[in-house]
């Protein structure tokens, strides 16, 4: 892996003059981890950013996210972004519906966190969060011996289910989320959007800090840029990393700044 700020000039030709797919994951990618979702806000600088790139003629720009759909748009307050809420599961655009889900599925979600209420009654820091199509447990808060006992409390509860095959469990940073069996993921999410916008000579360009971004990268490993937000880590399937948040709102100024100069700054009044 190699850091993309010390090697742009790999990169630069193509960012100034192809078309461009920019797609973001939200959490420890364009905002800092915090301790509860509702606390990780996006800086001002970054949705000032946002806010002129996807101004840019040939520059499409989509948030993929496990949050939900509502929640990211209330979160991130940019228009003409492309969201994509639930990892890959809601997609806001016209053309894609969202993935179904029976009400068999999301009646035993609701059972299991019936349960799950009961068990980590006792445990601190938890957070539940019942979402469209998935049951997130957060544990940020929690001791790392409340971490453990609430792994452990999960996978027991829901074991029959995901060997009955009408659930399957996800983990990313200090969350673990049930989702639906044939759950959608980030890497479908991007090929279905690159369907969408139709251009073969796109750039697909990919930043996201966690496990569920690797279906991303994997998907995009040979076609686009792929960028793990964090140290450089030989697992991944993303090619660059960037050190940290604010490295991300330095490259994607970058982009800007590629573009602007090539463009000039009356990007409002061309036509696409
Ligand atoms: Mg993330």
Known sequence: MKNLLLNIAEWRERLEHDPLAVFLDYDGTLSAIAPTPSEAKLPFATQ???????KIKNVKVGIISGRSLSDLRKTVQVSGLTF???HGMEIQSEGIASKRVSNQYMQELRELRCRLKGEVRDLSGILLELKPFSLAIHYRKASSGDEKRVK??????????VHQGSISIMS???VIEIMPPTAMDKGQAVEKLLKLWGR???LPVFIGDDRTDEAAFEVLQDRGLTIRVG?????SHAAYYLDSVDDVRTFLRMILCFRISREGVSHDSDAE
């Open 84 to 86: 994509v809420g639930s």
């Open 48 to 54: 000032e950013i946002l806010k002129a790139l996807v």
């Open 200 to 202: 073969k000579k796109v």
């Open 172 to 174: 990313g940073k200090k």
């Open 231 to 235: 140290e450089s880590d030989a697992h």
């Open 152 to 161: 452990r409390i999960v996978l027991d509860i829901c074991n029959d289910a």
